[in-house]
């Protein structure tokens, strides 16, 4: 084996264009997808826990649709705030639910877009879980037909994929089947498989106003101890006929996300959620960090530990600035 000076390391290093030709990994707006929140009316409302990031009225959805269009971003996911919450979350699966009229606007907007809808029903409860809650609990199977109705909603009204991200055991099989026996055959699953209950939801549940009334949401997503129960997870719903399988957090679990990849293969998407997100946008504005390139480097970890497809509140101010073949971070 060759030694110092025969090898040396940092000869691949020395330019830039010496370390975009030997780049391992690669970071590019296709690979982007950008999360939105949609009520129905109102004006424009910055989320104050995350920095650039908004509720939106439905009367911008086409227009936000056209600008993922020209950022070239893989996609986009939406999350809905409804004006009336119950305890069955019917705000979910109503025809004229804002989840389904932002479809339609999108679609009209920019056809070739791909629209993803998160399903589940805790923006929707006025208890706050992610399911039908019967006394004091969160009722794993009645929630299922909730949720694979859900879906069908969403995808009758012209969403490209459903994400169910509610952790219910069995859920991705329900849609499956529900999506098939509707004529909806095309329309792919992407699960969050491994959904860990995790302290990194904080902002979103402002943004998304999804907060539980009591208690919290262990009982159904995963301990952050357990590594080998999301390798379980990932390969339950790959069996029930998820297409796509999600690590959630990001960052917090690349070493889900490797293990994951090296075991199963196949898309493998990754959300950087929303305290992640927020962790450096308030860094940056103290001065702390590089913003820019901070979150260049957390996006490209996620890449490098075997992220396919990625998730995050950045995805418009990042698919700005690179190039569509990738970019240094």
């Given at each position: 084996m060759s030694e110092f000076p025969a090898v040396r390391m940092r000869r691949l290093r020395r330019t830039a264009g010496m370390r975009r030709l030997v780049r391992e990994a690669r970071l590019a707006p296709a690979q982007l997808v950008w999360p939105l929140f949609l009520k129905l009316e109102g004006v424009v409302t910055p989320v104050p826990s995350m920095p650039g990031v908004f509720q939106h009225p439905l009367s911008q959805a086409g227009e936000l649709a056209r600008r993922a269009v020209d950022l070239g971003v893989g996609g986009v996911l939406l999350f809905g705030i409804p004006d009336h919450k119950d305890e069955v979350g019917s705000g979910a699966y109503d025809e004229r639910g804002v989840i389904q009229q932002a479809v339609r606007a999108m679609k009209d907007g920019a056809p070739d877009l791909v629209v993803i809808t998160d399903v589940c029903l805790c923006e929707y409860t006025s208890h706050g879980h992610c399911g039908v809650v019967r006394d004091g609990e969160v009722d794993n199977d009645a929630s299922l037909e909730l949720l694979a109705k859900t879906a069908v909603s969403q995808a009758s009204a012209g969403a490209d994929m459903v994400a169910p991200s509610d952790m219910m055991d069995g859920r991705v099989a329900a849609i499956r089947r529900a999506l098939d026996e509707a004529g909806l055959t095309h329309v792919p699953i992407m699960s969050y498989a491994a959904k860990y209950a995790s302290a990194f939801y904080g902002p979103f549940r402002e943004a998304a106003g999804s907060a539980p009334q009591f208690g919290d949401r262990r009982g159904y997503q995963m301990d952050p101890g357990n590594a080998d129960e999301a390798l379980r997870e990932i390969a339950l719903d790959l069996a029930e006929g998820a297409d796509i399988v999600m690590v959630k957090p990001g960052m917090p679990y690349l070493d889900i996300v490797r293990r994951a990849?090296?075991?199963?293969?196949?898309?493998?998407?990754?959300?950087?959620?929303?305290?992640?997100?927020?962790?450096?946008?308030?860094?940056?504005?103290?001065?702390?960090?590089?913003?820019?390139?901070?979150?260049?480097?957390?996006?490209?970890?996620?890449?490098?530990?075997?992220?396919?497809?990625?998730?995050?509140y950045a995805a418009e101010e990042v698919a700005g600035k690179l190039p569509a073949g990738g970019a240094d971070a």
């Open positions: 990849k090296e075991r199963f293969g196949g898309p493998l998407a990754v959300y950087q959620v929303s305290g992640e997100y927020a962790m450096l946008k308030f860094a940056a504005q103290s001065g702390a960090l590089d913003g820019e390139r901070a979150m260049l480097e957390a996006l490209l970890a996620i890449r490098r530990a075997g992220g396919d497809i990625i998730i995050t």
